[in-house]
């Protein structure tokens, strides 16, 4: 029987391409067709080339983006030069800060601002003093002082600290960039070990299984050999059983190798996942170190910016000091223009030089020094004077009940209020002469003179304004009585009094009180004083002219200050006296300080040339100047914080960790391996990253490894079955044949030799010719995988290698070697002739019958007889001492004794003559 090692060449060729184009693909590929490099076709082939890709990425915006955006932003913000802005356009710090000083520091203005910088200091104004803090202020911000850097020098720190943040964001950006990158290559490479893993497990279980089948089914075949009823039934089982172990011998031996090759590749992959992992941790690192770098820096121009804003800000505080000071000597120059010569001939002697005198000193020392109000002055901000008399004179058309005690003068204005608006006002004022006096303690018996040089200013209340309305409304015919009002004052007839009902404010007179008192509705308390029954609110009295000498003494006194003195604290003088008697020494010390005040006010603040309200005008454009520069720097700040956020931003990212499900593109790991686990170790599995999962596989491949050694051990488990097989095959046919037989297997190239010599009446050997071996192009693929960086691209040409094979398996599983699909290939024997297998069958044994003498050709048996066993056996002793005979000669003369000798003889004389030719 000839060997069939070939007999299944189509299914071996199929493997071996399979496994040598995945081999092929899974390292660089070497092949050449025509000169140019060739590579398996694709179903949808990508056309984008390496320069798209590359472009693509490159287009793509960093993370870090807008941080680089926001730090040109502060860069500009802080320092920057804009050469076409336009006019009122805001600019940088540095350039509205420089242009400020610059403005108040010029020739001009610095004559201006420093004009009083030649007095002596006790000489110099209020304002000459705010000027020279202007002067300083504005010096700091544009020169550098020792160990003190200007605000334009910080602000030029700022802006170059800013600049080089930029430049680490974008080191930054490129760095997180290249992490993406490495971050795709891991996804690539664990999906292709990921790939190579499953694909392994899978043909490991699957040789397994393959060779426990095949066994199975060898148990049958020799079953069958042992059991076989006939000749014909028993070589069949055993040539089932031959097809069997060589196809399973050379399908185990193709997928062994697919399986090597898928763990070389799982390797590959795993070493490049892993070398892409630290590639990805160290521009990660670069990312983190450039953000740290970034954030330093915006912390120190952050510094900077505050240290020039706190040089601006200096500089406007001056400048607003400046302002109040020049709006006091405003006022100041007013008064000292009011008051001439420390107000010698201004007042006495006349109403209305004392009117104005209390005009000059409500408006520019009441309002602001001593109520404290903001008052604005200018075009359309008019301070206007209304005195009430016969109700002609004013707005209201409010009439003076007693021409005396009720006058009162309305004073209007405009004011900034709490809030920042400019709003109208409205007070109501009232004037006295030091010397007015009265009889039997009472107002109305004395006079009201005009007289002396020295004046009281008050304000006087809502209530007395209302008081006197309801006297009008109340008693208007008493108006213009005097001498009546005089007496019915004294009875307290025209008292007026004033409650509070649901936040209105009611008045009423005596008679009305008293009835009220009368029906219970006003209730007089124990102490004299009096409250509404119901809501238990106070019900007051109202004085006329309550703020002045006579009552509260909330008042101005106006005149010299020795004048002051003579009229409050002079003991000789009876006014002084008078006063000194009804208030009390604190009081009237308190009056007399008071009054001084206004006067140092005046000496104080006004200007010697009393030019206060154009330098005020000159400074206010300063202010403004200033409060430009101070915008800027407070949006170069706002623009470093804003950095500063975006940084911490960046800070926070996450550090990229490739997951096993993102690599997979699945939900879950388990399912993709095929593995039945817990639902807890689902859960683990699916929060894996890729290398944890690494871990993981490496024990499935060690399993993978012992089925596939286990199914090595059953292949050798059935080779060696098939060797007893040959056994079970003589025994079978000894049993179905009584005689002894021995099996020859033909299958050396002495074959046709024999046949020629021996059996010359038997047909002609058939040599059919030798069919052409089915021809495959494989590419020359280097053996190893080494370490790489895969490309996506590469992954989609294992998977198609590796389906090639799977496809080649399958077809070369199903497949049986019979007819032209089974061609054998010749084999060459010594003497040039071949013998050829075809269609798959089994080659004739070539017996001889010894009772005949003949050679006869028998389908059915692979035997002859030996009668003489000693005879031949002799035989054979003496033919290997003769000469050096082929093994298959003596067998044959072992075999046939004699006739074997004269067959023998008879080939070395047709050889002799064959080579004497």
């Not at 070990?193 to 699957?206: G, I, L, P, Q, S």
């Not at 121009?301 to 240290?307: L, R, S």
């Not at 009441?366 to 404290?372: E, P, V």
């Not at 046939?896 to 008879?906: C, H, L, P, Q, T």
Request: aromatic share 6%; hydrophobic share 40%.
């Amino acid at each position: 029987m000839m060997k069939k090692d070939l007999k299944n060449k189509k299914l071996v060729s199929a493997l071996t391409v399979g496994i040598s184009a995945m081999m092929a693909l899974a390292t660089p590929v070497t092949a050449y067709a025509n000169g140019e490099a060739t590579a398996p076709p694709e179903e949808f082939p990508d056309t984008t080339t390496e320069s798209e890709v590359g472009a693509t990425e490159a287009e793509a915006p960093a993370v870090t983006q807008e941080a680089e955006e926001q730090a040109q932003v502060v860069a500009d913000a802080a320092a920057g030069e804009t050469t076409d802005a336009s006019e009122g356009e805001l600019q940088s710090a540095k350039v509205e800060a420089g242009a400020a000083v610059e403005e108040i520091l010029s020739s001009e203005n610095a004559a201006v601002a420093g004009e009083a910088a030649g007095l002596d200091a006790t000489k110099k104004t209020e304002a000459d003093k705010a000027i020279d803090k202007v002067i300083e202020a504005a010096n700091a911000v544009v020169n550098d002082g020792e160990n003190d850097p200007s605000a334009l020098s910080s602000l030029d720190a700022a802006s170059e600290k800013a600049t080089e943040v930029k430049q680490d964001l974008n080191d930054a950006g490129a760095a997180d960039k290249q992490a993406s990158v490495y971050e795709q290559d891991m996804e690539n490479e664990a999906k292709a070990a990921f790939e190579d893993v499953k694909y392994a497990t899978e043909k490991a279980e699957h040789m397994v299984q393959d060779s426990i089948e095949t066994q199975e089914k060898a148990d049958a075949l020799i079953e069958s050999i042992k059991e076989a009823q006939t000749p014909e039934e028993a070589n069949k089982a055993y040539e089932d059983l031959d097809k069997l172990v060589q196809d399973t011998k050379s399908t185990l031996d193709a997928m062994k190798e697919f399986y090597d090759n898928l763990t070389k590749q799982y390797e590959a992959a795993s070493a490049n996942l892993k070398a892409a992992e630290e590639k990805m941790e160290q521009a990660e690192k670069e990312f983190g170190d450039k953000i740290k770098s970034a954030e330093d820096k915006t912390a120190e121009a952050q510094k900077d910016i505050d240290a020039a804003q706190q040089k601006v800000d200096n500089l406007a505080g001056a400048l607003e000091l400046v302002g109040d000071k020049l709006d006091d000597a405003i006022d100041a120059d007013a008064l000292k223009q009011a008051s001439g010569d420390n107000w010698a001939g201004k007042i006495g002697g006349d109403i209305k030089k004392n009117r104005a005198v209390m005009e000059q000193v409500v408006e520019n020392y009441f309002l602001t020094q001593r109520l404290g109000i903001d008052v604005v002055r200018g075009e359309g901000y008019e301070i206007k004077w209304q005195y009430m008399k016969d109700g002609n004179d004013n707005d209201e058309k409010i009439k003076s009940f007693d021409k005396q005690e009720c006058n009162a003068a309305k004073v209007t204005f405009y004011y900034r209020n709490d809030d920042g608006e400019i709003v109208q006002g409205k007070k109501y004022f009232n004037w006295d002469s030091a010397e007015k006096t009265f009889v039997n303690d009472n107002w109305q018996d004395g006079a009201r003179a005009s007289n002396g040089n020295v004046i009281v200013v008050y304000e006087k209340t809502e209530d007395e304004i209302a008081a006197n309305k309801y006297l009008t409304q109340k008693y208007p015919g008493l108006i213009g009585k005097t001498n009546e009002i005089k007496e019915k004052t004294k009875d307290g007839i025209l008292d007026v009094y004033a409650f509070n009902v649901d936040g209105e404010r009611v008045y009423k007179v005596t008679a009305e009180i008293n009835e009220m008192i009368a029906s219970g509705e006003v209730v007089v308390n124990a102490d004299g004083t009096m409250t509404l029954k119901d809501s238990g609110a106070a019900v007051d009295k109202i004085s006329q002219n309550q703020n002045n000498l006579f009552h509260n003494a909330n008042c101005l006194v106006v005149g010299a200050d020795h004048n002051v003195v003579n009229y409050t604290t002079n003991d000789k003088n009876n006014y002084a006296k008078a006063t000194m008697n009804r208030l009390g020494s604190e009081k009237v010390e308190h009056l007399v300080e008071e009054s001084r005040a206004l006067n140092a006010f005046i000496n104080g603040n006004a200007t010697a040339a009393g030019n206060a309200a154009e330098l005020a005008g000159k400074y206010a454009g300063f202010e403004n100047a200033t409060a430009k520069a101070q915008q800027a720097v407070q949006i170069a700040q706002y623009e470093a914080d804003t950095l500063s956020e975006a940084i911490n931003d960046l800070k926070s990212q996450k550090k990229r960790s490739v997951l096993a499900t993102k690599a997979l593109g699945v939900d879950d790991v388990a399912s993709y391996f095929g593995i039945e686990v817990s639902a807890e170790k689902a859960n683990e599995l699916n929060k894996m990253t890729v290398r944890e999962v690494l871990t993981e596989l490496d024990g499935m491949l060690e399993e993978s490894n012992a089925k596939v050694e286990t199914a090595q051990k059953n292949l050798d488990k059935l080779k060696e079955g098939f060797g007893q097989a040959k056994t079970d095959l003589d025994n079978t046919l000894l049993r179905l044949n009584p005689r002894r037989p021995v099996s020859v297997t033909i299958s050396d190239g002495v074959a046709g030799a024999v046949a020629e010599a021996v059996i010359t009446s038997a047909a002609a050997s058939r040599t059919p010719a030798a069919p052409t071996a089915p021809a495959a192009t494989v590419a020359e693929a280097t053996a190893e995988t080494p370490v790489q960086e895969a490309a996506p691209a590469a992954v989609d040409q294992r998977r198609a290698a590796r389906q090639a094979s799977e496809n080649a398996l399958a077809a070369g599983a199903e497949e049986t070697v019979t007819g032209d699909v089974a061609e054998g290939i010749a084999q060459e024997s010594a003497t040039g002739e071949t013998t050829t297998i075809e269609d798959g069958g089994v080659a004739l044994a070539e017996t001889v019958e010894t009772e005949t003498g003949e050679f006869t050709e028998d389908e059915n048996q692979a035997y002859v007889n030996i009668e003489d066993e000693a005879s031949a056996k002799g035989v054979l002793e003496d033919n290997v001492k003769e000469e050096k005979m082929g093994l298959w000669w003596l067998l044959l003369i072992a075999l046939f004794g004699e006739a074997g000798r004269e067959m023998y003889a008879k080939h070395k004389k047709k050889q002799e003559e064959k080579l004497n030719k």
